[in-house]
T-cell receptor, first 114, second 111 residues
């Protein structure tokens, strides 16, 4: 049973470009969370999704950031017109059911904006 | 005020020592609590859940005090491999299962 798969593991973008980060949850998991971690800081909640629904996006910036979890395929975190401050590790986690707090994390996608 | 607060450390203790971390949370509606461990540049991994009655897993003991809204983690007979960042995690179920991580407490075990 494969774990949470994230790709790309490392992504380099120039300011103004778009970044797309993908996350495939564990088999049987229908809940996906995205977190951002800046260097030497903790994980910041961004968004919580279920299949085809955004449940809570209160941690996501209103501009340039969007997330989706389609019926088929991985969850996508999209960052448009990236800026240097977007450089961070983006972790995806999945859960088999809601309200447990037991999350299974992917290895993260490290975005570097030049 | 942060929703989940932890002392960032670092805690630097000798091998074999006992070390304890505390974590406080602000939302009284919080329903479930966890400790995660994160190694440098790795993903967080669940260490243990925290139950109201307190629970133990080998050298690790977790306790919850709902009245004072804090959680603790005790590590006995610490090993070099315990060096990591320990994250306090709170599930605020009233807001559609928002799971909030503390900033973490860094622990370094020296030989």
């Amino acid at each position: 049973n494969a774990g949470v798969m994230q790709n790309p593991r490392h992504l380099v973008r120039r300011r103004g470009q778009e970044a797309r980060l993908r996350c495939s949850p564990m088999k049987g998991h229908s809940h996906v969370y995205w977190y951002r971690q800046l260097p030497e800081e903790g994980l910041k909640f961004m968004v919580y999704l279920q299949k085809e629904n955004i449940i809570d996006e209160s941690g996501m910036p209103k501009e340039r950031f969007s997330a989706e979890f389609p019926k088929e395929g991985p969850s996508i975190l999209r960052i448009q017109q990236v800026v240097r401050g977007d450089s961070a590790a983006y972790f995806c986690a999945s859960s088999p059911q809601t309200n447990t707090g037991e999350l299974f994390f992917g290895e993260g996608s490290r975005l570097t904006v030049l | 005020r942060k929703e989940v607060e932890q002392d960032p450390g670092p805690f630097n203790v000798p091998e074999g020592a006992t070390v304890a971390f505390n974590c406080t949370y602000s939302n009284s509606a919080s329903q479930s609590f966890f400790w995660y461990r994160q190694d440098c540049r790795k993903e967080p991994k669940l260490l243990m859940s925290v139950y109201s009655s307190g629970n133990e897993d080998g050298r690790f003991t977790a306790q919850l005090n709902r009245a004072s809204q804090y959680i603790s983690l005790l590590i006995r007979d610490s090993k070099l491999s315990d060096s990591a960042t320990y994250l306090c995690v709170v599930n605020i179920a009233s807001s559609a299962s928002k799971i909030i991580f503390g900033s973490g407490t860094r622990l370094s075990i020296r030989p």
